[in-house]
């Protein structure tokens, strides 16, 4: 079983950043490969990022690569994604997920979810 829990969603101008994290635990959390989604309203969950625990390896939504990085501080057991030059379509709720396949880019891959965290970007 893996329990994640999400963190540093808030509102924020146009052009701001924000740091989101994720707290991973449960026994075996470092054999999986870990996602960030979005969902904003009225649309589907969309992937935004991917990296291994083991190996660090990452993999992203070439939409949001150069702006957004994902990163892991194994000893923390805790994923950031690193959001720079938001702007207001990056608007919606942040999911944290777990999964055990790469390169981890569908919903359908991933076992575990944390319960999200807002961000909003004003114009």
């Known amino acids: 079983q893996v329990q994640l829990v999400e963190s540093g969603g808030g509102l924020v101008q146009a052009g701001g950043s924000l740091r989101l994290s994720c707290a991973a635990s449960g026994r075996t959390f470092s054999t999986y490969r870990m996602g960030w989604f979005r969902q904003a309203p009225g649309k589907e969950r969309e992937f935004v990022a991917s990296?291994?625990?083991?190996?660090?390896?990452?993999s992203y939504i070439d939409s949001l690569k150069g702006r957004f990085t994902i990163s892991r501080d194994n000893a923390k057991k805790t994923v950031y994604l690193q959001m720079n030059s938001l702007k207001p379509e990056d608007t919606a709720v942040y999911y944290c997920?777990?999964?055990?396949?790469?390169?981890?880019?569908?919903?359908?891959?991933?076992?575990?979810w944390g319960q999200g965290t807002q961000v909003t970007v004003s114009s």
């Open positions: 990296i291994s625990w083991y190996s660090g390896s990452t």
């Open positions: 997920a777990a999964g055990k396949t790469t390169p981890g880019r569908y919903v359908g891959e991933y076992d575990y």
